[in-house]
Every structure is written in structure tokens, then in C-alpha cells.
């Protein structure tokens, strides 16, 4: 088992981009230390998740602003606007699986397992006194007036886009059913529902592409810590250095309950790779989407 004590030397020295620390550790002939923050589950859902939602907005935008060149040069491109209907669809159906499954792993950790960390402390995605703490500490931080603060395992930002998309997923998914079956939800709801649908659906769309490929794209990719990519989400795992730097809160913790070395974990063979793959194409589409919804609404 690997010794886990502090060298502050390792914290200035090693860089925190996952590949470089692993070959400067291998350059000094010894195995860097990663530390698993995601298990496989968490890794596939978010993939599943990424690809359904780019699919879904290349899909939808098209008939949204159906005015433009650029929509009807996509939808020429996937095959015309029915067979854009059926992709979009299909991506619904994956989108809407993964939602549920990812509400199933959440009631049985909860209600099963009694794993009451899931609603409090800091395994917790539930927003706590702490966040608050941490939004004030980091802005004085920004302005040079103080520490950065000791993160935990999730920061307020995190929880802020995990919430963002929760909420967005349950709005957009439940209005698009309603226009997939309207038929059904006109036996209860009233007509023009299917109108408020529509408009709710199309707003949330613009919203929630608006927001993945500007404001998620920049806490995972744009901060100068990550830029210009983090690959956690691929790999499942940080090295040593990303831990204590980032999360310095989390490390100490873990390393007070004796876990460190349980976490410890080896790289996957290609996922690094394959994730900056996956990043750099799903990144480069979302962010024309955003170009491309900006010049529709512009022009
Ligand atoms: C997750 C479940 C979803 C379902 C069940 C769903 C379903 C639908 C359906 C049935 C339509 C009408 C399509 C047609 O007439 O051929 C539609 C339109 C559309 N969808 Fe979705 N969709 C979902 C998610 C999304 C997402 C995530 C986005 C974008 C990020 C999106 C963007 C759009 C847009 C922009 C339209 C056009 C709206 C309009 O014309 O006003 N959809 N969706």
C-alpha cells in the first residue's frame, strides 16, 4: 500500500492536467496516485446523458427556427425534417431512460440502503449552510480579499448545475411527451395546453443549450485549473495533487477516516483518451448550436 502522507514539494511541483501527472510520475520511475471520485454508473449515465442531449438539441433546434438556411441545411443532413422527428425521438427515449434509472440508483441508496449522506454532509448533492459559506468566501476570493475556501467533495457549483439539469430534464422531458402524445394528455388536460407545451418546451430547449454550452462548458473545461478539458467525468478518476488543491476539505477528510488508500485506483486503458475524443466533439457541437441560436436570434 502506497504511503498517503503530505510532501508540500508533490503540491507546487506536480502539474494538475491528469495526463501530464501521469507521465512526469513515470518519467521519475514511480506510479502517479489517482484517486477514484466516480464509479462506472456515474461515468455511463453522464456519457449517455451528453450524447442524448447533443442529439436531442441538433435535432429540436432545427424545427425551432425552421426560418433559417442553417436549420434546413441540418435537417437536409440527417435525412430531412421526419427523419429528424424520429432521431429525435429516439434520443428522447435515452434521455428519459437514463432520468429514471438515475432516480432508481437515488430511492434505493436512499430508501434500501439508508444511506442518509445522500440528503446531508458532503456526499450530499443537497445545498447546505456550507455552500452559502463557500459562495461568499469564493467571490472575496475573486477580489483578492481572502483564501480560496477548502472545498468538499461537491462545491456550490457543482450542486448548481446538477440541480440546473435536474429540473430542466423534468420540464423538458414532461412537455415533450405532451407534444409526442397529444392525444393522451388532451383526455385530461386542456387544449391548449398543447400550446404551453410547445412554447415551454422550445424556451427550455434554447435555455438549456444556452446554459450546458456556456456556463457548464466553462466550470468543466474554461477555469484555468481545468483548462482545457476535465476528464474526470471519463476516467472516473483525480490524481493526488487535483484532490488536495481542489478539495482540500475532501482529501483531509478521507484521509482522517483511513479511505485514501481504498480510493486508490489505476487508469483505464484508453479512457483518457476516448474522453478527450467525446469532450472535444460534443463541446464543438454545442458550441455552434449556441452560435447558431445567437445568430438566429439576432438576425
Ligand atoms: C427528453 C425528452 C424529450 C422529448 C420527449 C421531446 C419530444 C419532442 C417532440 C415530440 C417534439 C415535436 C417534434 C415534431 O413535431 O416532430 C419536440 C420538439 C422540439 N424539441 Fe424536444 N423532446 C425532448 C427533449 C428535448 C431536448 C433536451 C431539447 C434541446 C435541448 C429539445 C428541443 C426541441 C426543440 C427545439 C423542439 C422544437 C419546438 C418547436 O418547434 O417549438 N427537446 N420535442
Same mark, same amino acid.
Given at each position: 500500500?502506497?504511503?498517503?502522507?503530505?510532501?508540500?514539494? @508533490?503540491?507546487?511541483?506536480?502539474?494538475?492536467d491528469?495526463?501530464?501527472?501521469?507521465?512526469t =510520475?513515470?518519467?521519475?520511475n514511480?506510479?502517479?496516485?489517482?484517486?477514484?471520485?466516480?464509479? $462506472?454508473a456515474?461515468?455511463i449515465? #453522464?456519457?449517455?446523458?451528453?450524447i442524448?442531449?447533443?442529439?436531442l @438539441?441538433?435535432?429540436?433546434?432545427?424545427?425551432?427556427?425552421?426560418?433559417?438556411?442553417?436549420?434546413?441545411?441540418?435537417?437536409q =443532413?440527417?435525412? /430531412?425534417?421526419?427523419a429528424?422527428?424520429?432521431? %429525435?425521438?429516439?434520443f428522447a427515449?435515452v434521455?428519459?431512460?437514463l432520468?429514471?434509472? #438515475?432516480?432508481?440508483?437515488?430511492?434505493?441508496?436512499?430508501v434500501?440502503d439508508?444511506? +442518509? /449522506?445522500?440528503?446531508w454532509?458532503p *456526499?450530499?448533492?443537497?445545498?447546505?449552510?456550507?455552500?452559502?459559506?463557500?459562495i461568499?468566501q *469564493?467571490v472575496?476570493?475573486?477580489? /483578492?480579499?481572502?483564501?480560496?475556501?477548502?472545498?468538499?467533495r461537491?462545491?456550490?457549483?457543482? $450542486?448548481?448545475?446538477? +440541480?440546473?439539469?435536474f +429540473?430542466? &430534464?423534468?420540464?423538458i422531458?414532461?412537455?415533450g411527451l405532451i407534444?409526442?402524445?397529444?392525444?393522451?394528455?388532451?383526455?385530461?388536460?386542456?387544449?391548449?395546453?398543447l *400550446?404551453?407545451?410547445?412554447l415551454?418546451?422550445?424556451?427550455e430547449a434554447?435555455?438549456a443549450v444556452?446554459?450546458?454550452f456556456?456556463? %457548464?462548458?466553462? %466550470?468543466?473545461?474554461?477555469? @484555468?485549473?481545468?483548462?482545457?478539458?476535465?476528464?474526470?467525468?471519463?476516467?472516473?478518476y483525480?490524481?493526488?495533487d487535483?484532490?488536495r %488543491?481542489e478539495?482540500?476539505?475532501?482529501?483531509?477528510?478521507?484521509k482522517?477516516?483511513?479511505?485514501l488508500a481504498?480510493?486508490?485506483?489505476?487508469p483505464?486503458?484508453? @479512457?483518457? $483518451?476516448?474522453?478527450?475524443?467525446?469532450?472535444?466533439v460534443? *463541446?464543438?457541437l454545442?458550441?455552434?448550436?449556441?452560435?447558431? &441560436?445567437?445568430?438566429?436570434?439576432?438576425?
Amino acid at each position: 500500500m502506497q504511503d498517503t502522507t503530505d510532501t508540500p514539494t @508533490a503540491i507546487q511541483t506536480e502539474p494538475l492536467d491528469p495526463a501530464a501527472a501521469i507521465e512526469t =510520475a513515470e518519467l521519475a520511475n514511480r506510479s502517479p496516485r489517482l484517486y477514484r471520485r466516480f464509479g $462506472k454508473a456515474e461515468r455511463i449515465g #453522464h456519457i449517455g446523458l451528453g450524447i442524448s442531449f447533443i442529439g436531442l @438539441a441538433i435535432t429540436g433546434l432545427p424545427l425551432l427556427y425552421s426560418q433559417e438556411r442553417w436549420a434546413s441545411g441540418l435537417a437536409q =443532413a440527417m435525412g /430531412g425534417f421526419e427523419a429528424m422527428g424520429f432521431l %429525435h425521438r429516439f434520443f428522447a427515449v435515452v434521455m428519459i431512460g437514463l432520468f429514471v434509472w #438515475h432516480l432508481a440508483r437515488v430511492f434505493r441508496r436512499i430508501v434500501v440502503d439508508r444511506d +442518509w /449522506g445522500m440528503l446531508w454532509g458532503p *456526499n450530499s448533492m443537497v445545498p447546505q449552510p456550507r455552500d452559502a459559506r463557500e459562495i461568499y468566501q *469564493n467571490v472575496r476570493y475573486f477580489l /483578492g480579499r481572502g483564501e480560496r475556501p477548502r472545498f468538499e467533495r461537491f462545491t456550490y457549483w457543482e $450542486k448548481f448545475d446538477y +440541480w440546473a439539469v435536474f +429540473w430542466g &430534464m423534468a420540464i423538458i422531458g414532461g412537455s415533450g411527451l405532451i407534444l409526442w402524445f397529444p392525444e393522451f394528455f388532451t383526455r385530461f388536460l386542456p387544449p391548449w395546453s398543447l *400550446n404551453l407545451a410547445a412554447l415551454i418546451h422550445g424556451l427550455e430547449a434554447v435555455l438549456a443549450v444556452g446554459f450546458i454550452f456556456t456556463i %457548464h462548458l466553462f %466550470h468543466n473545461n474554461l477555469r @484555468a485549473e481545468k483548462f482545457p478539458m476535465d476528464t474526470v467525468m471519463f476516467t472516473g478518476y483525480v490524481t493526488e495533487d487535483e484532490l488536495r %488543491h481542489e478539495r482540500p476539505d475532501e482529501y483531509e477528510r478521507l484521509k482522517r477516516e483511513g479511505r485514501l488508500a481504498e480510493l486508490e485506483t489505476q487508469p483505464a486503458p484508453g @479512457a483518457l $483518451k476516448a474522453g478527450r475524443v467525446y469532450g472535444v466533439v460534443v *463541446n464543438s457541437l454545442g458550441v455552434m448550436l449556441v452560435v447558431l &441560436m445567437l445568430y438566429a436570434l439576432f438576425s
